[in-house]
């Protein structure tokens, strides 16, 4: 496939080869020189409707190993302010003769949308609350790297599942790998009928966390609660935010995840997200790097062989 849309069309197959690519990719990115000539000649345009400090960076500095050229729109600044629509935006970038547009938008659909207007290959770099590809399959790598399987865990994601895309990603990759996902989230932040998804739900966090290998915190979502139940914080750390005694609740070796950004004190608890021991958050920043320059890889040899088969090579 030319895009890479979601997690959910996605087969074991080919998430493995992903993922074993992105391991390469790591060793490459430790070695003093960093830079590889792949993408010469390519041009990646970073295309963020939504704040990002994490995916926009990791891409450009993915692209940019590669050999790419990386140009960072900034919507702020851009003809989006004029009125300009999300499609007119896409078509303008499109006759530029792009080869990789990476899109982050806060409408659920609208990179499937734009996809749909351009000849370039599409990276979904998270719409609205449907599905941000990348961040599960970094979450993937490092699980794999550092347990050394997927198949078999439990995971539970835990916190405003409702709004959040990371979790319907994670939710895919992890179930179709063969792990056993848990959902854990307060009733007004869990969606209704998950179960048809193959996870397990509990509204009681202690409940959620027995035995469970990998523990991933989500953050409240608050820019995509209006006129919803916004919780008080102090309450929500109590019931839900993860700290060392709700912790020893899971295997005693589980390991701690959150995509970030994370809001210390609101859904994890501070020294535990700086506890080398048991928490991934760093892992997770470096293996988003090594797994974007594994998707940008694939999706330009893609583009190569549908321009050979154009062209009748
Ligand atoms: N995890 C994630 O998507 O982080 P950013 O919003 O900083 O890109």
Do not use: W
Request: aromatic share 4%.
């Amino acid at each position: 496939q030319r895009h890479l849309l979601g997690i959910a069309e996605r087969t074991s197959d080919e998430i493995s080869f992903l993922l074993d690519l992105a391991d390469r990719y790591v060793v490459q990115n430790r070695l003093p020189g960093k830079k590889l000539d792949l993408l010469s000649g390519r041009t990646v345009i970073n295309l963020f409707f939504e704040s990002s400090t994490r995916t926009r960076t990791s891409f450009e500095l993915a692209a940019k190993r590669l050999g790419a050229d990386v140009i960072n729109m900034s919507v702020s600044t851009s003809s989006i302010k004029k009125g300009e629509t999300l499609i007119d935006t896409a078509m303008t970038l499109n006759a530029m003769r792009p080869d990789v547009l990476v899109v982050r938008h806060p409408d659920s659909g609208a990179v499937q949308l734009l996809s749909e207007k351009v000849n370039c290959a599409v990276i979904n770099g998270g719409d609205g609350s449907h599905e941000h590809p990348t961040q599960a399959l970094l979450d993937a790598l490092t699980i794999r790297r550092r347990v050394g399987r997927l198949e078999g865990l439990t995971v539970a994601i835990c916190g405003d599942i409702l709004h959040s895309r990371v979790a319907r990603s994670n939710i895919h990759l992890l179930t179709v790998m063969g792990a056993h996902v848990r959902l854990i989230a307060p009733p007004t932040l869990m969606p209704s009928s998950v179960e048809r998804l193959g996870v397990e739900a509990f509204t009681d966090m202690r409940a959620g966390l027995q035995g469970v290998d990998i523990v991933m915190m989500l953050r409240l979502q608050t820019e995509r609660m209006q006129g919803n139940y916004v919780p008080s914080i102090r309450e929500y750390f109590r019931f839900y935010g993860l700290d060392q005694e709700k912790l020893s609740l899971a295997k005693p070796d589980a390991l701690v995840m959150h995509p970030g950004p994370m809001n210390r004190g609101v859904e994890i608890d501070s020294e535990l997200a700086d506890d080398l021991d048991r928490s991934l958050i760093r892992d997770q920043v470096e293996m988003g790097v090594a797994v974007r320059m594994a998707c940008l890889d694939v999706l330009t040899r893609v583009l190569r062989r549908d321009a050979e088969t154009e062209a009748g090579v």
